[in-house]
């Protein structure tokens, strides 16, 4: 736990002092990209207990998915299946792979909108939504995707990006 509060107070820091705010981001961005890429499947329950289980448990028939874990979404099952039986059928592949798409998209986004892209992504882990990714990746996820829609909206007024949010 030591590491994590080691970790925190450097990306403070570098949040804050470092010279180059552009490279901050850079930095910290790449030091919490590292971070959540290589989580080891026993860190936290949420990875080694249910979605972990979910995964090696089932099989093609969607009769056989959400077994483990009932509150899935379909889709989100149907996205594990497909992944399973498609490209691997190593959990800890499908939830890093995962992971690194929601983080790169999430941090676009705040280099888009945040004139302080370091600090939004200091405030991303220390109200501990960085380690949210990792623990609930079906939610994380859609939570990416409706926020972007919604500020798709909000920037444009398209009547499509409203269709597309509801």
């Given amino acids: 736990m030591i590491f994590y509060w080691i970790l925190f107070c450097f990306i ?4 804050l002092y470092w010279k180059d705010k552009r490279k901050a981001a850079y930095l910290i961005f790449f030091i919490l990209f590292f971070l959540g890429s290589t989580t080891a499947r026993t860190v936290g329950n949420d990875l080694n207990g249910g979605y972990w289980l979910e995964y ?3 099989g093609h028939n969607p009769n056989n998915w959400g077994v483990v874990m009932r509150q899935f979404e379909y889709g989100f099952l149907w996205l594990m299946a497909n992944f399973k039986y498609s490209i691997s059928s190593d959990p800890l592949i499908f939830f890093h792979i ?3 798409i929601t983080f790169i998209n999430y941090y676009v986004f705040l280099k888009k909108e945040s004139r302080y892209t370091a600090l939004s992504l200091f405030f991303m882990l220390a109200f ?6 990792n623990k609930s990746f079906d939610n994380s996820f859609v939570d990416f995707v409706l926020f972007e829609f919604n500020f798709s ?14």
């Fill in 98 to 100: 995962l992971f690194i």
């Fill in 12 to 15: 403070l820091l570098i949040a």
């Fill in 153 to 166: 909206f909000l920037r444009f007024y398209s009547i499509g990006h409203l269709i597309v949010c509801v």
């Fill in 128 to 133: 501990a939504y960085y380690a949210n990714i």
């Fill in 56 to 58: 090696v448990h089932m």
